[in-house]
């Protein structure tokens, strides 16, 4: 596996930490700031970079590279996998009216499956129900092939968020990109750090991702009830007290922040599933809590390897960027020093995340949580 990687900051010119070879039909991941990714000689000027490159854009809230944070820039990797290969496929949800889980079956049917060991998906991050789009995928793939990824960010504006294959960005996009190899080893993993405080309350009517009503209370006035005056600051306010969902039919406890707000129906819009009958309480978090959580992340993504990493990809959430203001680097120090320091990394702060919890095959849609990719051939 070959790697490149670079940055292209506020003052508009590209740094690379490495030499730059030419590569063989690489990879090329770019995740940036929304208003740097719009620019319209951004694509020309990467594609001029790797004319046979296949490049990915994602927004984000927050650009990860090394064990670097960034804001407001663009980070690029590109990848020529020498034992692997990779191919990758998009849809739009404009395509779909927006039903997501259709969506994502078709992602899979234009795949090949084929030896398919892993997909890792970049979404739209605002206008999209992600367990929704989970469980499409899984209706097509074999159990065997895992999935990890995340949804586009915006740092916390939530206004819309682009992606896109071999074009300019986009609103709407979904990228799958399907990794194959006989030799190849993908393990993923997250974590949080989030604790629970407060009553107990069971949701009573809910749609999907729409949160309608607790207790037979409307789920809005009681959620700004709990905020007081920070609820002048939603939805934005809404990442820093994120709510832990515990489903009838499950003993894990999922983190669901809240991506907009529907004042005409006292509503609440959450980035993935918030079925009737679970129990949802607030969750508040400390720096120190989030920098270990990201360590046990990192913890349970190396178990079991082969292989030391040699690329890991880092999806953490927007909320723990907040919490963690000037000490954001210290959750990516905390992953490198669960993984070691030969890996290279990148990623960036999202609005959700997408892993199995530690020890399962199937794929959820998580917030707040540290996720990790770690791949070597």
Known sequence: MKIQQGIKEKNGVWKFFQEQESLKNPLVLIFGNRYALEADNIYDEIRELYPDGHLVFGTTSGEIIESRVYEESIVLTAIEFEKSSFEVVRENMKNFDMDVEELGENLIETLPTKNLKHTFIISEGTNVNGSGLIKGLETRLNEKVSISGGLCGDDARFERTLASYNEKPKEGEIICIGFYGDTLE?????????????????????????????????????????????????????????????????????????????????AMVLAGDVPVGSKVQLMMSTVDDIAEGAAVAGEYAMRDRKKEPELALL?????????????????????????????????????????PFAGQKECK??????TLTLLSE
């Open 186 to 266: 993908i393990t993923s993993a997250n974590y949080g750090g989030w604790t629970g405080f407060g009553p107990h309350r069971t949701i009573t009517k809910s749609k999907n991702n729409i949160l309608y009503e607790l207790d037979n209370k409307p789920a809005l006035d009681l959620y700004k009830q709990y905020l007081g005056e920070r609820a002048k600051g939603l939805p934005e306010a809404a990442l820093l007290y994120p709510l832990s969902v515990h489903k009838p039919d499950s003993k894990e406890v999922l983190v669901r922040t809240i991506l907009a707000i529907d004042e005409e129906n006292n």
């Open 315 to 355: 999806v953490s959430c927007v909320g723990r960027k907040l919490v963690m203001d000037q000490r954001t680097e210290e959750e990516v120090e905390e992953v490198r020093n669960s993984i070691g320091e030969h890996s290279k990394m990148v990623g960036f702060y999202s609005y959700g995340e997408m892993a």
């Open 365 to 370: 849609l998580h917030n707040q949580t540290m």
